[in-house]
């Protein structure tokens, strides 16, 4: 696209909704497990400025893969921990998804009926494909992604602590990873998978 500013038009409906219900997610399953945790912190709100970190937005502009203003959790609040930080950590990847199966809806829907709006399809087409990044990319079994905290919950203690002594190495080997495309490279595949199968779904 030669149109940096549509780019960024089309790119910021997806980015934003996408972003905003994925933290949204976690700190409702939170609640929802009993840690009051996200509510004090104001962090059960569908306003995106609550959940944005401003380099992980950037990212997601740039590059298509990024990351949000986590949530804070007390696992101490929760009555059967190790479910709960499994079903918290999975909650935002299941809504990204989620949103990406609306967003094709809408698409399909406007198909059906004939309602030619090409910047709302690409709006709707680069939602689809964001929200499919952000779930696949948080899976990344790497601090502090969700996946990290899914793997940590199955995995026995002592491995944990072996680990976590390298959290702070295994972040920055993430980020280098992200910074050189090499993350792109390896999860690009799985998520043009997901997109191609639900753009096929919808009949496009």
């Known amino acids: 696209m030669n149109n940096p500013i549509l780019e960024i038009i089309i790119k910021i409906p997806g980015i934003l909704v996408g972003v905003t219900f994925h933290e949204f997610a976690h700190g409702l399953m939170a609640y929802c497990f009993g840690d009051k945790t996200p509510k004090k912190e104001g962090r059960l709100t569908l306003n995106p400025i609550s959940h944005i970190d401003p380099i992980g937005l950037i990212l997601l502009f740039f590059m298509n893969f990024g990351w949000s203003r986590p949530i804070h959790t007390n696992p101490t609040n929760f009555k059967n921990r190790k479910p709960a930080m499994i079903m918290v950590s999975l909650a935002g990847c299941i809504a990204n998804l989620l949103i990406a199966v609306v967003f094709a809806m809408i698409l399909k829907l406007l198909n059906v009926y004939n309602i030619e709006y090409d910047l709302f399809f690409q709006i709707l087409l680069y939602g689809i494909y964001i929200n499919i990044v952000l779930a696949i990319f948080n ?41 050189i495309g090499a993350i792109p490279m390896l999860l690009n595949p799985i998520v043009l998978q997901i997109y191609n199968f639900l753009i096929k779904l919808i009949g496009l």
Request: proline fraction near 12%.
């Open 139 to 179: 899976l990344i079994p790497i601090p502090p992604m969700d996946g990290s905290k899914i793997l940590f919950n199955l995995i026995p203690p002592r491995t944990y602590f072996k680990i976590i002594q390298y959290e702070y190495i295994l972040q920055i080997i993430l980020i280098i990873l992200l910074l």
